[in-house]
């Protein structure tokens, strides 16, 4: 079911709102709908809440970019508003997100799923550079098209294309400027290397082997740099490995959830 967060901010939720939250935070190309598997397969463990990011989907388009800390604090506010503290899973841009959180506001964090993730495009010119280009490319080429070409790289070859048409029809739903230029943004600016070491938050970082868009090494680097972690390589699986291999990422959130909080697995 879908539920207002605040005035700003829309989100989808499942599950007792008295277990355990789970606040998931989406990729830059993406919004909630992303999350229908762990919507699904996680409600009976914990509180469910997965937003659309401002400017995305049914949320309200910001005044101003929020950059990273912006949108670190708006998520902050979502887990007070729910109760919190969370376990914030983060996909891709939506991980950036989240580990920015844990260390703003590292009371409301309980743990971190980081999945398919990178330490922001600022590690490097040319992603930096890259990222930047977005808006203009959305802007001439429109959500359909855009989301047309991009979608299909974050599965892998072998995902089925009902899959594949849900990843497309996702992203050009969900997408518009001048929100898709703010979280372009928000990742241009990004590095986040220095900041892992002080996260306290113990976390799970998973990468599908077959990710070419962030990749594994990256993933493998947050999680060396982080304290406390554990790193799963989840088989068979693109970019979007909450979504390619549900059953097998849902799982592994499960067990972290069960170690870290006692939740029942």
């Known amino acids: ?28 190309g993406s919004s909630s709908a992303a999350f229908t598997p762990q919507l699904d397969g996680l409600a009976g463990q914990v509180h469910v809440v997965a937003w659309d990011a401002p400017g995305y989907a049914d949320s309200a388009d910001p005044g101003h970019a929020p950059g ?6 708006t998520a902050a506010a979502l887990i007070r508003e729910h109760g919190g503290p969370a376990h914030v899973l983060g996909v891709s841009w939506g991980g950036v997100i989240a580990l920015r959180l844990a260390t703003r506001h590292p009371d409301l964090v309980a743990s971190l799923i980081v999945a398919d993730s990178s330490r922001g495009s ?13 808006a203009g490319q959305l802007a001439d080429q429109g959500p359909d098209a855009f989301a047309a ?13 009902a899959l594949v048409e849900r990843v497309v029809a996702t992203m ?9 230029g703010y979280a372009a943004a928000s990742m241009a600016e990004a590095d986040l290397t220095d900041d892992l070491a002080a996260i306290t938050a113990p976390a799970l970082v998973l990468c599908g082997e077959q990710d070419t868009v962030t990749g594994t090494d990256e993933s493998q680097a947050i999680a060396g740099g982080l304290a406390k972690s554990v790193y799963v390589t989840l088989s068979g699986a693109g970019h ?3 979504q390619e291999r549900p059953e097998a990422f849902n ?6 959830l069960h ?7």
């Open 259 to 265: 170690v870290v909080a006692r939740v029942p697995a």
């Open 122 to 134: 600022g590690t490097h010119p040319d992603r930096a550079r890259a990222m930047r280009e977005r």
């Open 251 to 256: 799982a592994w959130v499960r067990a972290h």
């Open 149 to 161: 070409t991009r979608g299909p790289r974050l599965v892998s070859d072998a995902a089925p294309p």
């Open 172 to 180: 050009a739903a969900s997408i518009r400027n001048p929100g898709y």
């Open 1 to 28: 079911m879908t539920a207002p967060a605040t005035a700003r901010v829309h989100t989808r939720e499942a599950g007792d709102p008295d277990a355990p939250l789970l606040l998931c935070l989406h990729g830059i």
């Open 68 to 73: 990273l800390d912006g949108y670190a604090d």
């Open 240 to 242: 979007l490995s909450n």
